[in-house]
T-cell receptor, first 111, second 109 residues
Framework: DVKVTQSSRYLVKRTGEKVFLECVQDMDHENMFWYRQDPGLGLRLIYFSYDVKMKEKGDIPEGYSVSREKKERFSLILESASTNQTSMYLC??????????FGQGTRLTVV | GIQVEQSPPDLILQEGANSTLRCNFSDSVNNLQWFHQNPWGQLINLFYIPSGTKQNGRLSATTVATERYSLLYISSSQTTDSGVYFCAVNSGGYQKVTFGTGTKLQVIP
C-alpha cells in the first residue's frame, strides 16, 4: 500500500515564525501536491512538484514556498506565518496521471 | 479551468438506507477519484474510476465520461459512513487535481 506521511498531525505556531510542513511518500511517485482545506472553500492547491527540484504554483501560492530536494520528500514552507494561514494542510502524491494518495493532514493554528 | 459540482451538498440518512451521490464536471477528464474524508480529516481513497463501474462491498461507483458525470452509490448505510465525500478530477495535460464541492453525509442510528 502507498503510504504518505505528514510530519505533524497538529501544530501551533506564532505569527511571524517560519514554519515547515513535511511530507514523505514511499512509492517513488514523481508528482506531489500540497493543498489547504478551509470551511466553505473546499480544497485548494497551493503548489505541486512533478520532479526533484521542479515545482509549479497552484491556485493560492502567496505566502508559501516549497522544497523538493529528494523524490520522496516535499516540504511546504510558510516564510512568515500569519493568522490567515490557520488551516488544514493536506499532502498528496501520485504516479503520473493515476490515483492520488493523501497523508493524514496537518491542522495548523497560527496565534 | 474545469468545474466540478457535487450534489446534494448535505444528506441525512437513517442507518440501513441507500443513497446516490453525484459528481458533474465541465470538461473531459483523464481520471476521476472518489474520497471519503473521515472526522479526523484524512482523505480515504474509495475509487479510482475514470470510466465504467466498480464495486467494493456496500459501495459502488459509475463514471459516464462522455456525459461528464460520476455517481457514488452507498447501500445499507452505517454510522461509520458519515463524513464528507469528494470527487476529484484532472483533465488535459495538467497534473493538478481539482476537487468537487463535497457532499456531507450524516447517518443516524
Amino acid at each position: 500500500d502507498v503510504k504518505v506521511t505528514q510530519s505533524s498531525r497538529y501544530l501551533v505556531k506564532r505569527t511571524g515564525e517560519k514554519v515547515f510542513l513535511e511530507c514523505v511518500q514511499d512509492m517513488d511517485h514523481e508528482n506531489m501536491f500540497w493543498y489547504r482545506q478551509d470551511p466553505g472553500l473546499g480544497l485548494r492547491l497551493i503548489y505541486f512538484s512533478y520532479d526533484v527540484k521542479m515545482k509549479e504554483k497552484g491556485d493560492i501560492p502567496e505566502g508559501y514556498s516549497v522544497s523538493r530536494e529528494k523524490k520522496e520528500r516535499f516540504s511546504l514552507i510558510l516564510e512568515s506565518a500569519s493568522t490567515n494561514q490557520t488551516s488544514m494542510y493536506l499532502c498528496a502524491s501520485r504516479w503520473r496521471n493515476t490515483e492520488a494518495f493523501f497523508g493524514q493532514g496537518t491542522r495548523l493554528t497560527v496565534v | 479551468g474545469i468545474q466540478v459540482e457535487q450534489s446534494p451538498p448535505d444528506l441525512i440518512l437513517q442507518e440501513g438506507a441507500n443513497s446516490t451521490l453525484r459528481c458533474n464536471f465541465s470538461d473531459s477528464v483523464n481520471n476521476l477519484q472518489w474520497f471519503h474524508q473521515n472526522p479526523w480529516g484524512q482523505l480515504i481513497n474509495l475509487f479510482y474510476i475514470p470510466s465504467g463501474t466498480k464495486q467494493n462491498g456496500r459501495l459502488s461507483a459509475t463514471t459516464v465520461a462522455t456525459e461528464r458525470y460520476s455517481l457514488l452509490y452507498i447501500s445499507s448505510s452505517q454510522t461509520t459512513d458519515s463524513g464528507v465525500y469528494f470527487c476529484a478530477v484532472n483533465s488535459g495535460g495538467y497534473q493538478k487535481v481539482t476537487f468537487g464541492t463535497g457532499t456531507k453525509l450524516q447517518v443516524i442510528p
